[in-house]
């Protein structure tokens, strides 16, 4: 439905989305070890950075594709809340939703010119705030936590001019508003690069700029000089060093060239394991993953590293060549760290309920009642298995009372919502001992639920409650 993301083979084959419903997405960037984050555009000022969580669905439209956010507003929702449906089950977390702009281009930068203060920095250009953003993620959890701040601005005092969610008029054509950073990327000398362009107003398909000119800026400490180093990709050596690179392009020539070495480059690889840089120790993870038993064996070996993101990257790649996922899931389906575990919960969307069943309901009791990165991972590995989930979680871990579920269980139920819960979430939303927020959310459950049943539930909820519950109620009669 939708923008979306879709990952593939470098000859254009195995073409996979891992990421839809976007409104309009400009760039996915994929870090070493493998988490894509991206930024997304509004409709009105609800702009946002987020990571993309495999298979999320970032909530633009309805999930039948029908409806625009607009259309499913319920009473009540703030337009972001509203916009990117963070009260619906089935959507992803929205990430850092800072209101209106026009993002464009973004890069991770995991080495380089800027030291290690910035290694894991995250940029993202914002032309319509005259701004790059930068975050430094750190992990929060199944998700990552993004605090924002100006990496480069000219506008600093936030006077915005030019941009729709101004009114897109043309007001002073000062230096402040004509800097519009259209796109960032790291070079092979490892400074960061900005492109720019001059214009006085930026999005809805207008430019005020008759020169068409700009500006591309190198960001560097003082009394830098560029220099990008000569690699040879014809020698094992040259290749390592290539890996190592700041600049994606050549990482990837570096790649390639290290896979066509063959066993001659697996004990250079493997030395890369104890790097000093972890993005570097992820990458020669991918590599040892595709250089037959003596690496699929490395990589295995780094399962029990007491690092949680090594963890994850040797999970990913032991994945993505099918090696042993469901052995592997068995075991890091208990794993201390959410991450890891949502990539299990991840890796189950299309395993079968008799393969996945027991290992769904063994994350099923990781959940800690709070982590909606967690809860949608796990709802999306029950995908096609929500009812019989549903059935084995509700006797093994909820009640057959459903006044008595406990504040995790209500939500994971409240993902799952087969038809066979209604009953159960009629129950809630009638409830006059529930908190108003619990009962809101059983009735969004009920919406949810296209069956007859479940429609003369939220009638029963309009007749007989009280407050918000009483209020939405009609809505989702109107509306579904």
Same mark, same amino acid.
């Given at each position: 439905v939708g923008g979306f993301a879709a990952r593939m083979n470098p000859d254009g084959s195995g073409v996979h989305i891992i990421g839809h419903n976007f409104r309009n997405s400009y760039e996915q960037s994929v870090t070493s070890f493998g988490d894509v984050f991206q930024n997304d555009n509004d409709d009105p000022p609800a702009c946002r950075t987020t990571f993309l969580?495999?298979? $999320?669905?970032? =909530?633009?439209?309805?999930?039948?594709?029908?409806r625009s956010w607009g259309a499913d507003r319920r009473p009540g929702q703030s337009i972001p809340v509203a916009e990117w449906r963070q009260e619906d089950p089935g959507t992803m977390p929205p990430g850092d939703v800072y209101g209106g702009g026009s993002p464009t281009g973004l890069t991770f930068y995991e080495d380089g010119a800027l030291g290690r203060k910035y290694r894991g920095l995250l940029l993202s250009c914002e032309p319509g705030r005259n701004t790059v953003f930068g975050y430094l993620p750190k992990p929060e959890g199944a998700g990552f936590r993004l605090e924002r701040f100006d990496f480069v601005t000219s506008n600093p005092e936030g006077e915005f001019a030019g941009t729709d969610f101004k009114g897109g008029k043309n007001e002073e054509r000062e230096l402040k508003t004509l800097f519009r950073p259209s796109d960032v990327g790291v070079g092979a000398d490892g400074a960061i690069y900005v492109a720019d362009w001059f214009d006085a107003r930026v999005g809805g398909h207008a430019d005020w700029d008759e020169t068409t000119s700009g500006t591309i800026y190198r960001i560097a400490p003082k009394g830098f000089k560029p220099k990008v180093p000569r690699v040879d990709l014809g020698t094992v050596d040259g290749a390592i060093a290539g890996l190592k690179?700041?600049?994606?392009?050549?990482? $990837?020539?570096?790649?390639?060239?290290?896979?066509?070495?063959?066993?001659?480059?697996?004990?250079?690889?493997?030395?890369?394991?104890k790097d000093g840089n972890p993005y570097v120790q992820a990458r020669a993870v991918w590599l040892l993953s595709q250089m037959g038993p003596d690496g699929i064996a490395r990589v295995e070996s780094l399962l029990k590293d007491r690092n949680p993101q090594m963890r994850v990257v040797a999970f990913r790649?032991?994945?993505?060549?099918?090696?042993?996922?469901?052995?592997?899931?068995?075991?890091?389906?208990?794993?201390?760290?959410?991450?890891?575990?949502?990539?299990?919960?991840?890796?189950?969307?299309?395993?079968?309920?008799?393969?996945?069943?027991?290992?769904?309901?063994?994350?099923?009791? =990781?959940?800690? =009642?709070?982590?909606?990165?967690?809860?949608?991972?796990?709802?999306?590995?029950?995908?096609?298995?929500?009812?019989?989930l549903y059935d084995r979680i509700k006797s093994e871990l $909820?009640?057959?009372?459903?006044l008595r579920?406990?504040?995790?269980?209500?939500?994971?139920?409240?993902?799952?919502?087969?038809?066979?819960?209604?009953?159960?979430f009629l129950a809630r939303a009638l409830s006059d001992t529930l908190p108003e927020a619990d009962r809101k959310r059983a009735l969004t459950v009920l919406g949810f639920n296209a069956t007859g049943p479940a429609a003369s539930a939220v009638l029963d909820v309009a007749a007989r409650t009280d407050k918000g519950a009483r209020a939405e109620a009609p809505w989702w009669l109107l509306n579904r």
């Open positions: 969580l495999e298979y $999320g669905n970032a =909530g633009f439209c309805s999930a039948d594709g029908q690179s700041p600049a994606v392009n050549v990482r $990837g020539a570096a790649q390639a060239a290290l896979l066509a070495q063959g066993s001659a480059a697996f004990k250079p690889v493997a030395r890369l394991l790649a032991l994945r993505r060549q099918g090696r042993s996922v469901l052995a592997h899931a068995t075991t890091l389906a208990v794993d201390p760290s959410p991450a890891v575990r949502r990539e299990v919960a991840l890796a189950l969307r299309d395993v079968p309920w008799a393969s996945s069943g027991d290992l769904l309901v063994t994350l099923a009791r =990781g959940f800690d =009642g709070q982590d909606r990165t967690y809860l949608e991972a796990w709802g999306t590995g029950a995908t096609g298995k929500e009812s019989a $909820g009640s057959a009372d459903p579920w406990s504040p995790a269980f209500a939500w994971l139920a409240w993902r799952l919502h087969p038809p066979q819960s209604v009953p159960d």
